[in-house]
């Protein structure tokens, strides 16, 4: 491993993709990569370069295209700064008839910003995403780790509230 890659991941983030290229047989370790993306975006705050993503590449012994491929197929991945909390909100089908509409409205109103935008005090992204797979609590969201379902203004906002 190159000085640069020792630079991008971390001992402790190759550490954690070093585990999941363990779940698979020795030639299949770029079937690591979503989970290698996702380590070394979470180290980096909550962003991929196109360095890091080779640095990955290189990593998982993988041409850096395939890793491109995956990076910007999925939604989870950022190609530029978000804020400390990514509001993810479902704006498919069952949260569109449920209200996802009112809910984004909401979001844009009290934080001052547009889908896809970041408030000035870099605290808060605003992400329009397809499904999340939580249909029955309609609308929902993601924030980090966490669903929020069933949403409304007043559910929103005391959310909002508990993270600062």
Partial sequence: ?????????NAA???DIDQWVAK???EQKKSA???ALRIVQDQHGGWLTTELMDAVADYL????????EVATFYSMYEHK????????????????????????????????????????????????VECLGACSGAPMMQIGEHYYE????EKIDSILDDLN
């Fill in 61 to 68: 012994d993988m041409d850096k295209i395939h890793v491109y």
């Fill in 13 to 15: 983030s190759r550490e």
């Fill in 24 to 26: 698979y047989p020795a």
């Fill in 81 to 128: 700064p978000v804020g400390k909390h990514k509001i993810c909100v479902c704006t498919n089908i069952s949260c569109m008839v449920c209200g996802s509409g009112d809910i984004v409205s909401h979001l844009e109103d009290k934080l001052s910003i547009k889908m896809g935008e970041t408030t000035e005090d870099k605290q808060f992204t605003l992400k329009e």
């Fill in 1 to 9: 491993m190159s000085q640069l890659e020792n630079e991008l991941i």
């Fill in 150 to 153: 069933n949403l409304d203004a």
């Fill in 33 to 35: 990569v979503m989970s």
